[in-house]
C-alpha cells in the first residue's frame, strides 16, 4: 500500500495549465493523499482552485515580457522573494512541506519548483503541450521526474535534463467532470435525437472567427443531410456577428444550435459523433479522452505552429484529420466533414483508434508516477 503523501501543486495563467493540476488532484485525493495549491489569487487559479475544494497557498510573482526587457529585473527579484519566503515556510511549519512538489509549466511554479529543489523535495514537471514553456525548460534540470503529454516533447527534455531524471509520456490530465460525460444526458440537454448524428464545432478563445466564417458558408450543406445535427460553439467575441451570418430560421434552429461558449464538455462531446475544433492542448486531450472523432484546424498564430505538432498526436493514431487554417476554404475539407458525417463506419475506426491512446487515463499514469517517487 502506498503511503499518504502531502503533494505540492503549482499552476495557473490558464485554463490549459490549471485543469490538467486539478484533474491530477482530483485523482491524488481519491487516493487518499494531501493536495495543496500555489499560485497567484488574482489568476485563474485563484478562482477555480477553492471552488474544487483544494487547500490554496498565495504566491507572489510577476512575469517577464520579452518585449520589455527592463522588467527582468523586477521578475527576478520576485521569483528570489518568493522562493526564500516558501523555504522559510516550510522549515517553520512540518505540515505545509510537501513530499513533492509538481509543476504544470506556467512561471508561477518557478518559486515551488526551486525552494523545494533546495529542500530535497522531489520535483515533477507536466508539459501539456507539444513546445514546451520557459519555465518548465529552466526548471528541467532540477526534476526528479518529467511526464509529457505528446511523444515529441521528449527530445528536447532529453537535452536539458539531469541524466538522473525519468521522462514518461502520461498523457494530459483530464477532469473527472469531463470524463464523466454521458452520451444520452449531452443529448437530451440538447435536444438531439438518439439516432442524429451530431456535429460538434468550437474554436476557443482565440481563432474562432475563421472557422466561424466557414460554418456559416457551410450551414446549408449540413442541414441538406438527413438526421445531421450542429452544435456550434462562436467563442463570446464572435457569437453575434456568427449568429447574424448564420441568419437561422425557425426550422434550421431545430437542428442547428448556436451559442457562445460549451457548458458541460464531457456531456456534450460524450453526446457528439463528429468534433470540428483548433487542437490547444487541452482540447485534443478532452476529445482523445472521450474517444470522440475529429478534425482539427491548427490555430496558425500559436507559438511555434504548436498546435500543429497537438494535432498530429491524434492524426497520427488515425483518430483525426487535419487541415491547415490556409486550407478551410476549399472544397476538400468541406467534403472530408460531410463525408466523416456521412460514414458511421469510418468514424467507429476513429473512435476505436482514440480509444486506444488511453487517454482517459492520463490522470492515474501521472499519480503513479508521483507515487512511486520518495522523499
Known amino acids: 500500500m502506498t503511503d499518504k503523501l502531502s503533494v505540492a501543486i503549482a499552476a495557473g495563467g490558464t485554463a490549459g495549465h490549471v485543469n490538467p493540476a486539478l484533474a491530477l488532484a482530483e485523482e491524488l485525493d481519491a487516493r487518499g493523499h494531501t493536495v495543496r495549491f500555489f499560485g497567484e489569487t488574482r489568476r485563474l487559479e485563484g478562482k477555480l482552485v477553492p471552488e474544487a475544494g483544494f487547500d490554496f497557498y498565495p504566491v507572489n510573482v510577476t512575469g517577464f515580457d520579452r518585449a520589455r526587457p527592463w522588467t527582468l529585473a523586477t521578475a527576478l527579484a520576485h521569483l528570489a ?113 438518439t439516432d442524429a448524428t451530431l456535429l460538434l464545432v468550437f474554436g476557443g478563445s482565440l481563432g474562432a472567427h475563421h472557422l466561424n466564417q466557414r460554418m456559416v458558408e457551410l450551414k446549408d450543406r449540413l442541414l441538406g443531410m438527413d438526421g445531421v445535427y450542429v452544435v456550434h460553439s462562436t467563442g463570446a467575441d464572435d457569437y453575434d456577428w456568427t449568429r447574424e451570418a448564420l441568419a437561422l430560421t425557425g426550422d434550421q434552429a431545430r437542428r442547428y444550435r448556436v451559442q457562445a461558449y460549451i457548458d458541460g464538455m464531457g456531456d456534450m462531446l460524450a453526446a457528439s459523433d463528429l468534433v470540428l475544433s483548433r487542437s490547444g492542448a487541452s482540447s485534443v486531450a478532452e476529445i482523445a479522452a472521450l474517444a470522440v472523432p475529429s478534425v482539427l484546424v491548427p490555430y496558425p498564430l500559436a507559438t511555434a505552429d504548436h498546435q500543429t505538432t497537438n494535432a498530429r498526436f491524434l492524426v497520427d493514431a488515425g483518430a483525426a484529420v487535419m487541415f491547415a487554417d490556409a486550407d478551410i476554404d476549399g472544397d ?44
Do not use: C, W
Request: aromatic fraction near 4%.
Open 81 to 193: 522573494h518568493e522562493e526564500r519566503r516558501l523555504v522559510r515556510a516550510f522549515r517553520a511549519d512540518a505540515s505545509l512541506m510537501p513530499d513533492v512538489a509538481v509543476g504544470f509549466g506556467a512561471y508561477v511554479e518557478l518559486p515551488l519548483m526551486r525552494a523545494a529543489a533546495r529542500l530535497g523535495i522531489p520535483v515533477v514537471l507536466h508539459e501539456q503541450n507539444s513546445v514546451p514553456g520557459l519555465a518548465n525548460k529552466q526548471t528541467a534540470r532540477s526534476a526528479a521526474l518529467i511526464a509529457i503529454a505528446q511523444p515529441s516533447v521528449r527530445a528536447v527534455f532529453e537535452k536539458r535534463a539531469a541524466a538522473s531524471t525519468r521522462i514518461e509520456l502520461t498523457g494530459n490530465p483530464v477532469r473527472r467532470s469531463v470524463l464523466a460525460g454521458d452520451r444520452a444526458r449531452g443529448r437530451a440537454a440538447l435536444g438531439v435525437p
Open 332 to 375: 476538400a475539407f468541406a467534403d472530408e466533414v460531410v463525408g466523416l458525417l456521412a460514414s458511421p463506419e469510418r468514424r467507429a475506426t476513429m473512435h476505436a483508434a482514440a480509444a486506444d491512446l488511453g487517454q482517459d487515463r492520463a490522470a492515474a499514469r501521472l499519480a503513479d508516477a508521483i507515487e512511486s517517487l520518495k522523499r
